[in-house]
């Protein structure tokens, strides 16, 4: 097996996800400009973040106690880092670089990173207070894989200004080069999630002109994204994680009570038709979201083909039971049956045709994107590749010409 993950870099990022990582006392990883590893990200991981042959950017578990029986050690050799498979060395690999922002603090005092994090290559905000999932009483109704009520707080700020936060982007934009910022929230009582991150989207698009996409519970009035949509927002995902329904309700007692399955799954299919609507200069997708591990490989392979069936692009995490999670003490799931979920999250993505692949700089350490998968496939898809390929260099041009007029216009208005 090592030959291959030597040759495979998709293999190599699933096999990590499953087994992770344990580091040698050669190591020096912060010493080293690499990022600190943090306890938990976006309520889903935690890790080591990697970059792989291939340019394929992981967070490998290193926390977790399932990672100290990993068959991969990291051992740092005459300034270089290498993944030892069983013992052997399987390929070198480089630590993501720590930006000098890191260290910084915004003009109220707040560490920078307690705002926002590099997720990979893009800035990831949780905004506002944590999810209420986990303080409903007399029983919190949290997602049983799910650490944000560990987090918060943590090493995440539980209260961030409009200011605060771009400050922050600036400094991301400035010295990192992101060009997309992604907001996450839990649910709050009364659906105020988007009313709470409209204002930041805003600022973004009018003073800098990145990339934006949200992450919430799908709001009960569906014209909200219509609206989402008009004021540049260029992603919204929805994560229903499990298309089991069985599984659905025990995993996520909350989405289920508050929103169940099938309306997660037409705010999916509303907002995949919003494409052609909204401004032509905005690119948007809509992404349904799952976690494979948490139900048979054979559901989330219909998860997958559903998604795709209605134009939507589906996101696929692979489980990690955190430390402190309801499902702390379960395994992770086996490499072998997560290869033919995600060989199929790059064909039927392809089969549909959907844009994948195009963002310039948008590199995700959390999850394997679509395109990325191709790896595990033995179909080629010339004439779909050939398109992307057109699709990526035309959205490229687009998206600096649209950077350099913000700009412009920012400056002239100073």
Known sequence: MTGELATNPALLKLDLYCQGLRLDESCFIEEDGGRKILRTRAGLGSGLE????????TNAPVSEPFAARSPYTLHRERGRYWLRHEGRDVVPVRLSPRPNWYEAATST??????????????????QAKVCEYWTQKPTKVNCKFCSVGLNLGVDDA???????????????????????????????????????????????????????????????????????????????????????????EEICPGKHAEYGLD?????????????????????????????????????????????????AIPTVCVFRPLVGTDLEDHEPPRTEDMVPIFRRLYESTMEAGLPIGCAPNIHVSLVMLPEECRYLSPRRYLWQSAKLGVMKRVFARRFDRKLRETESRAAASA
């Open 50 to 57: 990697l970059i792989l042959p291939g340019e394929l950017w």
């Open 158 to 248: 539980d209260e961030k200004s409009v200011e605060e936060v771009m400050e922050v982007i600036r400094a991301a934009r400035a010295e990192s080069g992101i060009t997309y910022v992604d907001f996450n929230t839990g649910h709050y009582e009364g659906d105020t999630y988007l009313d709470i991150l409209e204002p930041f989207i805003v600022r973004i698009k009018q003073e800098l002109g990145l990339l934006v996409g949200v992450q919430t519970p799908p709001h009960r009035d569906l014209k909200r994204y219509d609206h989402l949509r008009e004021i540049g927002v260029n992603r919204v995902s929805f994560c229903f994680e499990i298309f089991d329904r069985e599984l659905f």
């Open 263 to 311: 309306f997660y799954l037409e705010a999916i299919r509303y907002c995949a038709t919003l494409g052609a609507k909204g401004p032509a200069d905005e690119p948007w997708v809509t992404n349904g979201e799952i976690i494979a591990g948490l139900e048979p490989p054979e559901s989330s392979i219909r998860a997958i083909d559903w998604i795709t069936s209605v134009g």
């Open 109 to 126: 005092g707040k560490p920078m990173t307690r705002i926002g994090t590099l997720q990979g290559t893009y800035l990831g905000i949780y």
